[in-house]
């Protein structure tokens, strides 16, 4: 009877003493090999699997007490997949709790307005905490990894900041820019301006291309816009720099010679009358209304002040005087 007791009582100091192990380490800061320290927990994840990564990246000496408390307090199966980025030393229950919540850490990506495709892709393929799966993908194979319904990815993208975890695929971020551009262009198409010369919402998305290629100024966009409607009405060429130099491409070099002017592409509105084929850039939602609501003007031209306005004009008398002013 009395070996029993005293086994009871060994066995309850041992339990004790265990549960004082761990519990000491439960409140200790885990001393950090650096900050910020950066790890990344994969879908999947065993309890094990995540101390012993916790180990290898120096944040643990030892893992046994980390899943001790995990079992115990019942996070083994509440854990959260993602990145995260420890800036200070963090007991392992705060650890627990950041990683419960699922507090991980967002990189961020910006896609400019105005930006082409190219652009775009290059810009994407910079980012070092992009998982890049858009290298070796044809612009047909990234539409229909997106699930576009267009054939050519131009102007297809909404300019804005996009977060994401490191690690997330490029291709991610694409799917999301395309959905917002789509709505974005229905939203506006639904409150357009009547008597507009378009036959669907994707021309206004090429027209929008345009006005954000041709100004910088947020307030000229709807007269920008006017000016385009206005000639397309009349059955004018657009005459627009920006559509040429688009259809030059990469071999652009800065300088819009009098023979490029000439030289007919699809893409020339010198050449040719009516929009061309696609958006020659990402528009942003800005340029996008004001395609479909443009200002009330009789204007016919417009020509660079050379402070990034334009003066307007209605009559080519008008127009020849301001480019003499402006441009001679």
Partial sequence: MK??????????????????????????????????LQFTITPGTSLKGLAAQLK???????GIRFRIIGRVMGYASRVQSGTYALDRPLTPLELYGKLVRG????AAILLVEGWN???????????????????????????????????????????DTYFFSPGSADIEILRRAYRIQKQKLNEAWETRSPGLPYKSPYEALIMASII????????????IAAVFINRTNKGMRLQ??????????????????????????PYNTYTRKGL?????????????????????????YFVARGNGTHV?????????????????
């Fill in 3 to 36: 070996i029993i007791k005293s086994l009871l009582l060994i066995g309850l100091l041992a339990a004790m003493a265990l549960a004082g192990w761990v519990a000491w380490f439960a409140y200790q800061p885990l001393a950090l090999p650096t900050t910020p």
């Fill in 56 to 62: 290898k990246t120096g944040i643990l000496e030892e």
């Fill in 103 to 106: 507090e991980v850490t967002q």
């Fill in 117 to 159: 495709i190219r652009e775009v892709r290059q810009e994407l393929a910079r980012h070092p905490q992009l998982n890049h799966k858009l290298v070796d993908m044809t612009d047909a194979e990234v539409l229909a990894a997106i699930d576009a319904e267009e054939i050519h990815p131009e102007g297809l993208f909404f300019p």
């Fill in 212 to 223: 954000e290629k041709e100004t910088g100024a947020a307030e000229e966009r709807p007269l």
């Fill in 240 to 265: 627009t720099d920006p559509t040429v130099i688009y259809g030059i491409g990469a071999l652009f070099d800065g300088n819009l010679r009098k023979a490029d002017l000439q030289r007919d592409t």
């Fill in 276 to 300: 061309p084929p696609t958006p020659i850039a990402m528009p942003g939602e800005a340029a996008i209304r004001a395609a479909l609501n443009p200002a009330r003007s009789d204007a016919l």
């Fill in 312 to 328: 307007f004009s209605a009559t080519l008398d008008e127009h020849n005087r301001a480019v003499n002013r402006y441009q001679r």
